[in-house]
């Protein structure tokens, strides 16, 4: 019996595989068991009502795909009343992923979502803060720091700081998250980019720029990740472009403690069960007993080598 | 740091599988015209059980520089439970429904469905009329066997482009409808003229409840008239899918609601909706 247990930012997870925010819900429980996940992660929640944004809201590329869903949020209310009691049959923890567009709103969700069901609190800080022109908090160590100490006050449940790709100091707000108070990272949301339909010349997202994932970004947030572990101290959870568990192990290997699957479930729904068999298969076949052991098992040459790119990029 | 404790487990068992994912046979694969192509696939016990409007998620192969990512929403256009076959009409546009098109016999194809909602009849017996267009008319084929069987007469309206491509009337006969096709290049498929029809088909008994997929103008002419008739009446509706099942959001469309505009997910509370909540696109 191989012990796929982990302790994963102040959460202890069955096993480390768990879905990414806003590509799972409870509809996927007529259709996979539910119960064999390390967690929940529910789409992200904003303090209000939003419809989100004009279709088309995806649209394909090689490997991938593009989003511009927008977070259409039935707001924390209707969501503490109606989507947190749908997972209260389920003994598998439960983590809510916030989003709000000022450090204080962010705040007040926090404090609004840490209720009895509920196991951690994924902040969502990839989004726009209007009190930094719109600048996605994460973007700079300096507003990541700031909404994480407020995020810290306003709740004694586990934080998990979701972190954009999309700034050019992925180590620095890394440490800034730590610094500010989370439990661990979620490394990393979707990276800005966009398509073009050359029949029309339109952008093939309705609101033209969008969030790419799938296989196609999985190396560059694979380095993330790898940045991200050697950076802080706090587990990193590798979130981009897993489809299978060959895919999850390289995250593990280079140092995460536990993963997210987010659009590998739109092509096989079952991806996340697939993922956790092979995870078992892996270990029982390499004579590993705890998942936890493999974690940042990444050989030695590997991190000197590395030393000379940090000092470039 | 130590979470709160989340809830025990409940005793009662949770739903089983609804839908699922699986490698069906193909049977055959043939083209119907120029522009379409039917593939007959083998499935496994239950998903046969499938109801006319509801749809699968199929996972198109790649082909050289074709590679589709997404699956592609197609309607249940043929089910066989006795012989454990569906069918599916499509129409061979972009990369994913070219793949589709080059696959053989015997080749596995990876489905997942059951899914959404399929059409419901009324409960009082009423003749129903069925209003369709293009691809429209593979989404309303299946509801001629079913509703015959619940004792429904059939009217079906058939339009295109030109009288070859009326697709599948011979199908629509054979399951009990009576067949009226209207094309463009003999003049009788504008919509006055269709609306036309609906009436004269009301004031001969034959219109108790109408159905209507494929296409926006068919659409609003069959909302003009059941809003005059007060007729009970279902849209399929189309939108670009992701997950098939509810969970991205990305299917959206607008319906009216009392005096609100609402987003539904085409995927999960349809495809198929009550006719005068649609919105036309
Ligand atoms: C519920 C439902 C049932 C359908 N049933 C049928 C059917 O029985 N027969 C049939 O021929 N077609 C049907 N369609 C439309 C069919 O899904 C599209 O024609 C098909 O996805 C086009 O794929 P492609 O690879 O040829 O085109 P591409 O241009 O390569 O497609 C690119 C992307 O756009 C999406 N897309 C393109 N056109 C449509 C469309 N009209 N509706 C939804 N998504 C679209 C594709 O799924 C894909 O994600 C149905 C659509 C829905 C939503
Ligand atoms: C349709 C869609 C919706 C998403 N919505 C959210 C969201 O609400 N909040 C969030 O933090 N991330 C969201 N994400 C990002 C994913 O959680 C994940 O970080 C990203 O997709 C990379 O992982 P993947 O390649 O496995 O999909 C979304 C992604 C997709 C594809
Ligand atoms: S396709 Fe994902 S919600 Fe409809």
């Known amino acids: 019996m191989v012990d796929l247990s982990v302790d994963c930012g102040g959460i202890r997870l069955a096993n480390p595989v768990m879905p990414a925010s806003g590509t799972f819900a409870s509809e996927l429980a007529d259709i996979i068991e539910l119960q064999r996940l390390g967690a929940f992660v529910t789409k992200t929640v904003t303090p209000g009502k939003r419809q989100g944004n004009p279709t088309p809201r995806v649209s394909e590329v090689p490997g991938g795909m593009l989003n511009s869903i927008g977070i259409p949020s039935k707001g924390v209310d209707a969501f503490i009343d109606e989507t947190i009691p749908l997972y209260a049959d389920y003994d598998v923890p439960l983590v809510v992923s916030i989003s709000a567009d000022t450090p204080d709103g962010f705040a007040d969700i926090c404090r609004r979502v840490s209720v009895p069901g509920v196991a951690a609190v994924e902040v969502n800080i990839s989004c726009p803060n209007i009190e930094d022109d719109g600048r996605a908090f994460a973007m700079r160590p300096e507003t990541t720091l700031a909404v994480m100490r407020k995020l810290r006050q306003a709740t004694d449940l586990p934080l998990w700081a979701k972190l954009t790709p999309n700034t050019g100091e992925i180590p620095a707000v890394a440490q800034a998250a730590e610094e500010g108070g989370a439990d661990a990272l979620v490394v990393a949301n979707t990276i800005l980019a966009m398509s073009v339909d050359?029949?029309?010349?339109?952008?093939?997202?309705?609101?033209?720029?969008?969030?790419?994932?799938?296989?196609?970004?999985?190396?560059?947030?694979?380095?993330?990740?790898?940045?991200?572990?050697?950076a802080v101290q706090i587990p990193v959870i590798g979130c981009g472009g897993i489809m299978t568990a060959a895919d999850a192990l390289e995250y593990l290997i280079v140092g995460c403690r536990a993963v997210q699957v987010g659009t590998a479930t739109f092509v096989h729904p079952g991806a996340m069960l697939t993922v956790i068999d092979g995870l078992e298969d892996y270990c029982r076949q390499n004579g590993i007993d705890r998942i936890a052991d493999l974690t940042g098992t990444l050989s030695a040459e590997a991190h000197d080598a590395s030393l000379e790119w940090e000092a470039i990029a | 740091m130590q979470a709160t404790p989340h809830p025990l487990p409940s005793p009662t068992p949770l739903a089983?599988?609804?839908?699922?994912?699986?490698?069906?046979?193909?049977?055959?694969?043939?083209p119907v015209n120029a522009e379409?192509?039917?593939?007959?696939?083998?499935?496994?016990?239950?998903?046969?059980?499938?109801?006319?409007?509801?749809?699968?998620?199929?996972?198109?192969?790649?082909?050289g520089a074709l590679q589709p990512f997404f699956r592609r929403p197609m309607s249940i256009y043929r089910i066989d439970p006795a012989a454990g076959q569906l069918s599916f009409l499509y129409k061979?546009?972009?990369?994913?429904?070219?793949?589709?098109?080059?696959?053989?016999?015997?080749?596995t194809i990876n489905l997942f469905g059951p899914l959404g909602n399929g059409f419901t009849l009324p409960e009082d017996g009423a003749p129903i009329v069925l209003l369709g267009r293009g691809v429209g008319l593979a989404t309303m084929a299946p509801l001629v066997p079913f509703a015959r069987k619940a004792g429904h007469a059939v009217t079906a309206i058939l339009s295109a482009r030109t009288p070859e491509l009326v697709m599948s009337e011979a199908e629509f006969?054979?399951?009990?409808?009576?067949?009226?096709?209207?094309?463009?290049?003999q003049g009788t498929s504008a919509v006055e003229n269709v609306e036309d029809m609906l009436h004269g088909l009301h004031a001969e008994g034959r219109l108790g409840a109408l159905y209507v997929c494929g296409s926006n103008r068919l659409m609003l002419a069959a909302q003009r008239v059941a809003r005059r008739l007060g007729l009970f009446g279902e849209a399929a509706l189309e939108q670009q899918m992701a997950c098939g099942v509810g969970m991205c959001f990305c299917c959206v469309r607008p319906f009216r609601q009392g005096d609100e505009i609402v987003h539904r997910r085409v995927c999960s509370e349809g495809p198929v909706f009550p006719l005068l909540e649609a919105l036309e696109w």
Do not use: W
């Open chain 1, 198 to 230: 050359i029949r029309t010349r339109r952008a093939s997202l309705g609101r033209v720029m969008g969030g790419l994932s799938g296989p196609a970004i999985k190396p560059i947030i694979l380095r993330m990740a790898y940045q991200c572990v050697r």
């Open chain 2, 16 to 30: 089983p599988p609804r839908a699922g994912e699986f490698d069906a046979r193909i049977v055959s694969n043939e």
């Open chain 2, 36 to 63: 379409y192509r039917l593939m007959t696939v083998e499935v496994p016990d239950g998903a046969a059980e499938a109801r006319p409007g509801q749809f699968f998620q199929i996972l198109c192969p790649h082909s």
């Open chain 2, 92 to 107: 061979v546009t972009g990369t994913g429904t070219r793949t589709m098109a080059e696959l053989e016999p015997d080749a």
């Open chain 2, 173 to 185: 006969v054979d399951a009990g409808a009576n067949v009226l096709a209207v094309t463009d290049s």
